[in-house]
């Protein structure tokens, strides 16, 4: 089954950018897509297609996807941003969601 | 406003069976496949399975951890997906969120039902 490999934790100052990364197999020619979850809160998507955003959320969140890592961008992090990120993608092949392990962003 | 609103969890035993309810509203619920993802507590997330729209079918897919136990459906006419789980396990303890499908995302969720299966 196809893997997707996310860093724990990331820690970033507020005003500065944080990159959370997802390693997945040949990941540049799937679509990825992100979630924010929040404590006690459902997911919510942030970017899809790589770097899409749905109605709603703000600019400072972008996403990437080439060769073997896509990355979730956040520019001028906020307090509001602290959350678990994880990132997900469709395995065509068996028809199966597949989600990253999540990655805990810290904004110190 | 779209919705999805979860319903059905609780505490069971292990080896018994349960059915979760996920009701959709303001938007076409027919239009859509739907998935359901659970998450254990202190765990990630964890699809379990979608059901596709009528336009494509109606069928379904699950993951390897819960098929052949767990079953997913629909009724469109009451704008409702439901997930039967049978035998389950300790290990089936999470929250289950529904959610609307669109390009194989997951964009809109639920805010969940908890499910515990313990003796």
């Known amino acids: 089954s196809y893997v997707l490999t996310q860093p724990p934790s990331v820690s970033v100052a507020p005003g500065q950018t944080a990159r959370i990364t997802c390693g997945g197999n040949s990941i540049g020619s799937k679509s990825v897509h992100w979630y924010q979850q929040k404590p006690g809160q459902a997911p919510v998507l942030v970017v899809y297609?790589?770097?899409d955003r749905p109605s709603g959320i703000p600019k400072r969140f972008s996403g990437s996807n080439s060769g073997s890592t896509a990355t979730l961008t956040i520019n001028r992090v906020e307090g509001g941003d602290e959350a678990d990120y994880y990132c997900q993608v469709w395995e065509s092949s068996s028809d199966q969601g597949v989600f990253g392990g999540g990655t805990k962003l810290t904004v110190l | 406003e779209v919705q999805l609103v979860e319903s059905g969890g609780g505490l069971v035993q292990p080896g018994r069976s349960l059915r979760l309810s996920c009701t959709g509203s303001g938007f076409t619920f027919g239009d859509y496949a739907m998935s359901w993802v659970r998450q254990a507590p202190g765990k990630g997330l964890e699809w379990i399975g979608f059901i596709r729209s009528k336009a494509y079918g109606g069928t379904r897919e699950y993951a390897a951890s819960v098929k052949g136990r767990f079953t997913i459906s629909r009724d469109d006419s009451e704008n409702i997906a439901y997930l039967r789980m049978n035998r389950l396990k300790t290990e089936d303890t999470a929250v289950y969120y529904c959610?609307?499908?669109?390009?194989?995302?997951?964009?809109?969720w639920g805010q969940g039902t908890v499910v515990t299966v313990s003796s």
């Open positions: 297609d790589d770097s």
């Open positions: 959610t609307r499908d669109r390009l194989q995302a997951f964009e809109i």
